[in-house]
Nanobody, 127 residues
Framework: QVQLVESGGGLVQVGGSLRLSCVAS????????MGWFRQAPGKEREFVAS????????YAGDSVKGRFTISRDNAKNTLYLQMNSLEPEDTAVYYCAAARGLSVTAYPRDPRKYDNWGQGTQVTVSS
């Protein structure tokens, strides 16, 4: 199984920016579709964004469209999430996830399609 390690979380003020990174342990990183999800206390895990094996195909959740950008660097086995115009509602633990199966292309927002998960990184937006 691929191991995923997130970094880049922290405390930021409203309107600020952060960039999250997720490093994968395998050279076959390019074979995986990747996603970012988040979970706030007392809430269900929420889809944030995903990117297919082809970096040209991306998806974003309605609450982050226009503010967050997902990208990947297959040469570095790394997934990114650029977060701009952060709001208090963005406060959560952010998880990266990897999907090897093809069904994720039909359901890119479904966390059940992702097989491997990182440990998460905390993002806190203060007002």
């Amino acid at each position: 199984q691929v191991q995923l390690v997130e970094s880049g979380g922290g405390l930021v003020q409203v309107g600020g920016s952060l960039r999250l990174s997720c490093v994968a342990s395998e050279r076959t990183f390019s074979f995986y579709a990747m996603g970012w999800f988040r979970q706030a206390p007392g809430k269900e895990r929420e889809f944030v964004a995903s990117i297919m094996r082809s970096s040209s195909t991306t998806y974003a959740g309605d609450s982050v469209k226009g503010r967050f950008t997902i990208s990947r660097d297959n040469a570095k086995n790394t997934l990114y999430l650029q977060m701009n115009s952060l709001e208090p509602e963005d406060t959560a633990v952010y998880y990266c996830a990897a999907a090897r199966g093809l069904s994720v292309t039909a359901y890119p927002r479904d966390p059940r399609k992702y097989d491997n998960w990182g440990q998460g990184t905390q993002v806190t937006v203060s007002s």
